[in-house]
């Protein structure tokens, strides 16, 4: 098959738009779908506020996720400038407004896309998150004996002291087992202070 070019770049933003008018007459302009790297940034930003680490032991989703979720709606779909407000106070718009239901009703498929980008990015920080404390508490545990608490750099210094005692502990040992077998091939063995000679005479 052969293969043509097309200009991507245009696809990028492409877009339709419709005006959402609330109960109170104000009018919400809106895109049915935003750039996959606003899709992107969407879920991040979804991940980094609406995710809770309890007592550095484990991770859940917030209570006021879908306040969160509504705000980055208006901020990555619509014109409504979000900069200064708090995600409560458009919730609020939105809902008392009966807008929020026409909006998500037009942008719906592309929101799929962006829930998707959010469950991959909670789920792969949940798990190394998780894997992570697992790993360090295994360690922990396998290595509590030598540190007792100390400082790691002072335990490490410990466990070098006590390889290098162990280390002439042995030397010496080979040291006198050489003695003895240079004795026993002379015919003599020492004892204490005495020197026994067994050597045939």
């Not at 809106?30 to 980094?48: N, Q, S």
């Not at 484990?58 to 409504?80: G, H, N, P, R």
Request: charged share 35%; proline share 1%.
């Amino acid at each position: 098959m052969e293969k043509r070019k097309i200009d991507m770049a245009k696809y990028a933003d492409m877009h339709v738009l419709k005006n959402c008018v609330g109960e109170d007459t104000t009018t919400v302009v809106v895109r049915d779908r935003i750039p996959y790297a606003e899709k992107d940034a969407m879920a991040r930003e979804l991940v980094e506020m609406t995710t809770v680490i309890h007592d550095d032991s484990c991770v859940y989703i917030s209570a006021e996720f879908d306040k969160i979720w509504l705000a980055l709606i208006a901020k990555y779909y619509t014109d409504i400038d979000t900069s200064e407000a708090d995600p409560t106070e458009i919730a609020d718009f939105l809902i008392n407004d009966k807008l929020i239901d026409d909006i998500v009703e037009f942008i719906e498929a592309d929101l799929e896309y962006v829930m998707d980008i959010y469950c991959d990015l909670y789920d792969a920080f949940e798990t190394t998150y998780i894997d992570d404390k697992c790993l360090t508490k295994a360690l922990r545990t396998s290595f509590a004996f030598l540190f007792n608490g100390e400082d790691i750099t002072e335990s490490i210094a410990k466990a070098e002291a006590a390889k290098d005692t162990i280390f002439e502990a042995v030397s010496a040992l080979r040291k006198v087992e050489k003695e003895r077998e240079e004795n026993i091939d002379n015919g003599t063995l020492k004892i204490g202070g005495n020197v026994i000679n067994f050597a045939k005479k």
